[in-house]
């Protein structure tokens, strides 16, 4: 099992600024990949970025390209979302995932992730 914790959601203002961060333990070893989703009210769960943890590639979904940027700090075992200039539609419930050994799913894709974290909630106001 991996267990994921997010922080760092918050009420921001439109053109600002957030940092989320999601601290994995447990089993860990066996990932691969480590995503940020988004789920906003009637909407479907949106994959936003995803990043390689062996080798740092990162992956970001169209909406927020040139962004937001996602990192990872190995030693914490900690992955990271920087969230630069928002906007009133990045408005969501941010979620972390971990996907697990052997998984062939696309990054983006949201069944590729075996593990997820409680979810931090991201407001931004106009």
């Known amino acids: 099992q991996v267990q994921l914790v997010e922080s760092g959601g918050g009420l921001v203002q439109a053109g600002g600024s957030l940092k989320l961060s999601c601290a994995a333990s447990?089993?860990?070893?066996?990932?691969?990949?480590m995503g940020w989703f988004r789920h906003a009210p009637g909407q479907e769960r949106e994959f936003v970025a995803a990043?390689?943890?062996?080798?740092?590639?990162?992956y970001y979904g169209d909406s927020v390209k040139g962004r937001f940027t996602v990192s990872r700090d190995s030693a914490q075992n900690t992955v990271y979302l920087q969230m630069n200039s928002l906007k009133v539609e990045d408005t969501a419930v941010y979620y972390c995932?971990?996907?697990?050994?052997?998984?062939?799913?696309?990054?983006?894709?949201?069944?590729?992730?075996?593990?997820w974290g409680q979810g931090t909630q991201v407001t931004v106001f106009s």
């Open positions: 447990g089993r860990t070893f066996s990932r691969n990949y």
């Open positions: 990043i390689r943890w062996s080798l740092g590639n990162p």
């Open positions: 995932a971990a996907d697990g050994y052997g998984s062939v799913r696309s990054v983006t894709s949201k069944d590729r992730y075996d593990y």
